[in-house]
């Protein structure tokens, strides 16, 4: 899918980025102490060497109020000027009402379209193709997108295969219209899902098909489960594919490419899709090592540093790709 292709004189851009980690650190020595494993292993297999854990009395949307509010400021716009709040995660407060609607309500922003989009780690780039469209349909001019997660609340501190990985964070961007003169602007997004691969990822309860029950959570069904070597193959697999189509629809070639913020699973798999294109590693935004995988947030965050730290400037070309549970998988391609 090409957002390229529509034929309208409008154009988004990004007018602000925000993120926010929270404070409580969980390094890979404090893991030794709770499961089986240690600090080389997870180390050599995933890079990762510490996370953010939110604390108790945090929920998911307070993570997004302070990437939401940074956003805003790096904008220079208020709540009150946004159009649509998307919001993207897996760990939503609760299922109803939508995360959307409790950040619309804590931001005191106008009662505007706000709803949840369900893309696990790529939903950051879903919605933020879905901006794009009401952006460039002319419908839109200033749209709020967050990606935030508490992975810390479903998953089991006692599976070693899944607590190594995740973290807490949220990291957020407003999509504004580009002035007609304005060389900042997506330039085109390219999304895929593979619902056959839907089991390599699963949080099977609390849904229809499984609702909480004392013999559910006996089970162990209210944590995520992955099948991880399949997760890594078919991760490498999208990405490359994804930012291949996005290269291909501008007639851009990877060396053109001044960074690459991809989705931060695994270092080996950053790694991994780096190579397959044969990018230069100090052109790959990477902070896994601090952060460990936030899903819907790892690509929002990623962005945001790399913007405040001065490493990503106006005018140059940032590919945003990203997989997640589904098996989702996208790419965004843009002059920032
Ligand atoms: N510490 C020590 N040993 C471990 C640990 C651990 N934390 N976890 C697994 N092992 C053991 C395994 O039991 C296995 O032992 P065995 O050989 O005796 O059977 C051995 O280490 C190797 O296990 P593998 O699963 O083959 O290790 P692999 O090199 O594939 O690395 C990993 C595992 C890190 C999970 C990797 O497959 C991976 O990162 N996959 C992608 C995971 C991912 O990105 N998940 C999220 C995707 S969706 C989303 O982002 C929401």
């Given at each position: 899918?090409?957002?390229?292709?529509?034929n309208?004189?409008?154009f988004?851009?990004?007018s602000?980025?925000g993120?926010y980690?929270?404070?409580k650190?969980?390094?890979n020595?404090?893991?030794?102490k709770?499961?089986?494993?240690?600090?080389?292993?997870?180390?050599?297999?995933?890079?990762i060497?510490?996370?953010?854990?939110?604390?108790?009395?945090q929920?998911?949307?307070?993570?997004?109020?302070i990437?939401?509010?940074?956003?805003l400021?790096a904008?220079?716009?208020?709540?009150?000027?946004?159009?649509?709040?998307i919001?993207?995660?897996?760990?939503?407060d609760?299922?109803?009402?939508?995360?959307?609607?409790?950040?619309?309500r804590?931001?005191?922003?106008?009662?505007?379209?706000?709803?949840?989009?369900?893309?696990?780690?790529?939903g950051?780039?879903?919605?933020?193709?879905?901006?794009?469209?009401?952006?460039?349909?002319?419908?839109?001019?200033?749209?709020?997108v967050?990606?935030?997660?508490?992975?810390?609340?479903?998953v089991?501190?006692?599976?070693?295969?899944?607590?190594?990985?995740?973290g807490?964070?949220?990291?957020?961007?407003?999509?504004?219209?580009?002035?007609?003169?304005?060389?900042?602007?997506?330039?085109?997004?390219?999304?895929?899902?593979?619902?056959?691969?839907?089991d390599?990822f699963?949080?099977?309860?609390g849904?229809?098909?499984?609702?909480?029950?004392?013999?559910?959570?006996?089970s162990?069904?209210?944590?995520?489960?992955?099948?991880?070597?399949?997760?890594?193959?078919?991760?490498?697999?999208?990405?490359?594919?994804?930012?291949?189509?996005?290269?291909d629809?501008?007639g851009?070639a990877?060396?053109?490419?001044?960074?690459?913020?991809p989705?931060?699973?695994?270092?080996?798999?950053?790694?991994?899709?780096?190579?397959?294109?044969?990018?230069?590693?100090?052109?790959?935004?990477?902070?896994v090592?601090?952060?460990?995988?936030?899903?819907?947030?790892?690509v929002p965050?990623?962005?945001?540093?790399?913007i405040?730290?001065?490493?990503i400037?106006?005018?140059?070309n940032?590919?945003?790709?990203?997989?997640?549970?589904?098996l989702?998988s996208?790419?965004?391609?843009?002059?920032y």
């Open positions: 899918m090409t957002s390229g292709t529509l309208t004189p409008y988004t851009k990004v602000g980025t993120s980690l929270p404070e650190i969980l390094t020595a404090d893991l030794e709770m499961v089986d494993t240690n600090d080389a292993w997870i180390s050599e297999r995933t890079g060497k510490e996370r953010r854990l939110a604390a108790p009395e929920v998911t949307t307070d993570l997004a109020y990437a939401a509010t940074r956003a400021e904008a220079k716009l208020t709540a009150q000027d946004l159009d649509m709040i919001f993207a995660t897996a760990t939503a609760q299922p109803m009402p939508s995360a959307a609607c409790v950040l619309q804590k931001l005191g922003a106008r009662q505007v379209m706000a709803f949840d989009l369900a893309a696990a780690c790529s950051f780039i879903y919605a933020a193709s879905v901006a794009d469209q009401f952006i460039r349909s002319g419908m839109y001019k200033h749209v709020l967050i990606g935030a997660e508490i992975l810390n609340r479903v089991n501190y006692k599976d070693r295969e899944t607590c190594i990985l995740f807490d964070g949220a990291g957020a961007a407003v999509f504004s219209r580009a002035e007609a003169n304005e060389p900042s602007r997506i330039l085109s997004t390219h999304l895929r899902a593979d619902g056959n691969l839907g390599l699963v949080l099977a309860a849904g229809s098909a499984m609702p909480i029950s004392q013999a559910v959570v006996d162990n069904a209210q944590y995520v489960k992955m099948k991880g070597r399949e997760i890594f193959k078919n991760a490498v697999r999208t990405m490359s594919q994804v930012c291949q189509e996005a290269l629809a501008n851009i990877m060396d053109q490419v001044d960074w690459l913020v989705h931060q699973a695994n270092l080996r798999i950053i790694d991994a899709v780096g190579s397959h294109f044969g990018i230069d590693p100090s052109k790959v935004i990477v902070n090592q601090r952060t460990g995988n936030t899903s819907a947030a790892t965050i990623a962005l945001d540093e790399a405040r730290d001065g490493r400037q106006r005018g140059q940032v590919i945003l790709t990203a997989f997640g549970a589904g989702t996208g790419s965004l391609i843009m002059r």
